[in-house]
């Protein structure tokens, strides 16, 4: 039975930074497509940065490149997300994703034009919200 246990959300003021992470359990093999979605109040779920292949494959939506990094710490099961440069169009709840098929992983972003949606196969974590104040 697959898990995902997210941590590191709150509050902060713009141009600040925070980290998130998420351990998984019960994974079947090392290879899963891991990820962060987030979800604005009224919006949709949208993916905003995926990684697989032990850390050296990594997908970021174009409006977080350059601000948010994705890793993967494989001996203790958690990816990361770190946040900088944080703004009020970030806030929303963060959810982490898993899918034991690594070739998802760019459809996280929307690669080719094919997203992963919330009702497809996966697992979910339960989400950490994000504050970001002007």
């Known amino acids: 039975h697959v898990q995902l246990v997210e941590s590191g959300g709150g509050s902060v003021q713009a141009g600040g930074s925070l980290t998130l992470s998420c351990t998984i359990s019960g994974a079947k093999h090392n290879n899963y497509c891991m990820a962060w979605f987030r979800q604005a109040p009224e919006k949709e779920r949208e993916g905003v940065a995926a990684?697989?292949?032990?850390?050296?494959?990594?997908y970021y939506a174009d409006s977080v490149k350059g601000r948010l990094t994705i890793s993967q710490d494989n001996a203790v099961n958690t990816i990361y997300l770190q946040m900088n440069t944080l703004n009020p169009e970030d806030t929303a709840m963060y959810y982490c994703w898993a899918d034991p098929n690594p070739a998802r992983c760019p459809f996280v972003v929307g690669v080719s034009g094919t997203r992963v949606r919330p009702t497809d196969s996966g697992y979910w974590g339960q989400g950490t919200q994000v504050t970001v104040s002007s």
């Open positions: 990684i697989t292949n032990g850390g050296v494959s990594t």
